[in-house]
Antibody, heavy 115, light 107 residues
Framework: EVQLQQSGPEVGRPGSSVKISCKAS????????MNWVKQSPGQGLEWIGW????????DYAEKFKKKATLTADTSSNTAYIQLSSLTSEDTATYFC????????WGQGVMVTVSS | DIQVTQSPSSLLASLGERVTITCQTS??????LNWYQQKPGQAPMLLIY???SLQTGMPSRFSGQYSGRSFTLTITSLEPEDIANYFC?????????FGGGTKLELK
């Protein structure tokens, strides 16, 4: 059974960074890219970018190129997203999703930006 | 970027009723669209992939159709466990884009 287990909720101060993890199991981690998606009440669902765990190559939506950094650790089958220079606009739930085309999703991580 | 317009944004329906949700794309994407169900606090689940293919394990009351740039998700007979949010995703051209979502509630 494919599972994407994400880390717990995060609270970050404005201007700081947070790093969220997504541990994959039930499939070969390097077989599929890992996508990241932001879900917020105001903006709905937005694709942030993807990382190819095998090669470390990445692609980002234009809006998130300066906001998000995607990495992956094949030794632990874990993908990460780091969000930097946090503002209130970054308060949202962040999902990882993998498979052919977003076949499987993690449970989401709530990030709250608050001073 | 490809825009995806989903309607309705919310829907009240009765058990046993036929429910239809639509996504319209701003340009042709062939059949490169998926449908998902999301319940509060849970991971989204893939229902339909490539517009018409039912994901393994999903009930057969869910179906997808498309014509041109218009895509529909149909629930033939609404069950209590179908109360959820639904959204579509186009994966024809990056950046991948999503419909705005439909909140399905019981009448």
């Amino acid at each position: 059974e494919v599972q994407l287990q994400q880390s717990g909720p995060e609270v970050g101060r404005p201007g700081s960074s947070v790093k969220i993890s997504c541990k994959a199991s039930g499939y070969t981690f390097t077989d599929y890219v890992m996508n990241w998606v932001k879900q917020s009440p105001g903006q709905g669902l937005e694709w942030i970018g993807w990382i190819d765990p095998e090669y470390g190559s990445t692609d980002y939506a234009e809006k998130f190129k300066k906001k998000a950094t995607l990495t992956a650790d094949t030794s632990s089958n874990t993908a990460y997203i780091q969000l930097s220079s946090l503002t209130s606009e970054d308060t949202a739930t962040y999902f990882c999703a993998s498979g052919g085309y977003f076949d499987y999703w993690g449970q989401g991580v709530m990030v709250t930006v608050s001073s | 970027d490809i825009q995806v317009t989903q309607s309705p944004s919310s829907l009240l329906a009765s058990l046993g009723e036929r429910v239809t949700i639509t996504c319209q794309t701003s340009q042709s994407i062939s059949n490169n669209l998926n449908w998902y169900q999301q319940k509060p606090g849970q991971a989204p689940m893939l229902l339909i992939y490539y517009a018409t293919s039912l994901q393994t394990g999903m009930p057969s009351r869910f179906s997808g159709q498309y014509s041109g740039r218009s895509f529909t998700l149909t629930i033939t007979s609404l069950e209590p466990e179908d109360i959820a949010n639904y959204f579509c995703l186009q994966h024809y051209s990056a950046p991948w884009t999503f419909g705005g979502g439909t909140k399905l509630e019981l009448k």
